[in-house]
């Protein structure tokens, strides 16, 4: 089992930036590939970004030069480092947790982040 536990969502105006934070334990960090999904109220969940267990990194379009992904191996955590911010940004984050070589998929509750025009 993996427990993962979001932190950092908030209201914030068009333009600025915000970082999610994504505290892991239940099994070894460095093992897992992580990832970043969100849901926008009437849509379906979407990725965000993932980053592998070496730290390789991939984003979708839609924030591709706005966001970043990375991870601290140290303290078991991944971040979503949120700039540029947009009003279509606005969701609620999940951070995703998937251990090497199994297809089980492991959810936080969720942090919501909120961008006003």
């Known amino acids: 089992q993996v427990q993962l536990v979001e932190s950092g969502g908030g209201l914030v105006q068009a333009g600025n930036s915000l970082r999610l934070s994504c505290a892991a334990s239940?099994?070894?960090?460095?093992?897992?590939?992580m990832g970043w999904y969100r849901q926008a109220p009437g849509k379906e969940r979407e990725f965000v970004a993932a980053i592998s267990w070496i730290s390789s990194t991939s984003y979708a379009d839609s924030v591709k030069g706005r966001f970043t992904a990375f991870r601290d191996n140290a303290k078991n955590t991944v971040y979503l480092q949120m700039n540029s911010l947009k009003p279509e940004d606005t969701a609620i984050y999940y951070c995703n947790a998937r251990p090497r070589r199994t297809i089980i998929d492991y959810w936080g509750q969720g942090t919501q982040v909120t961008v006003s025009s």
């Open positions: 239940g099994r070894t960090f460095s093992t897992l590939d």
